[in-house]
């Protein structure tokens, strides 16, 4: 069966950095955009970065564009999401998820368009 699994969270001081991985399996990875979520206690799950097939192209949500890099490894079936300059309100549970192919472009911000998801990772950042 399908599985993605995150990684790398933790406690960070503000402005410091994490890099999340999220390694799927039981499925073709390179048919596969990969998105990142994020939810935080109380709050919806919200959008965070986006990256298409072949990694050429990607998406953030603007609260995080210069700080975020997402990116990913096809050959390790592996998606990555750079965090630098944490911040305090980036605290949250993150969670890696697929995303047909062709629904990258109009669908890579809507969660409901997703396959499937990951267990997520809790990301907590100290003032």
């Known amino acids: 069966q399908v599985q993605l699994v995150e990684s790398g969270g933790g406690l960070v001081q503000a402005g410091g950095s994490m890099m999340l991985s999220c390694a799927a399996s039981?499925?073709?990875?390179?048919?596969?955009?990969m998105g990142w979520f994020r939810q935080a206690s109380g709050n919806e799950r919200e959008f965070v970065a986006a990256i298409n097939v072949n990694g050429g192209t990607s998406t953030l949500t603007d609260s995080v564009k210069g700080r975020f890099t997402i990116s990913r490894a096809n050959a390790k079936n592996t998606v990555y999401l750079q965090m630098n300059s944490l911040e305090p309100e980036d605290t949250a549970v993150y969670y890696c998820?697929?995303?047909?192919?062709?629904?990258?472009?109009?669908?890579?911000?809507?969660?409901?368009?997703?396959?499937?998801w990951g267990q997520g990772t809790q990301v907590t950042v100290s003032s």
């Open positions: 039981g499925l073709t990875f390179s048919s596969y955009a």
């Open positions: 998820a697929a995303l047909p192919r062709l629904k990258y472009y109009t669908g890579s911000q809507n969660y409901h368009e997703y396959d499937y």
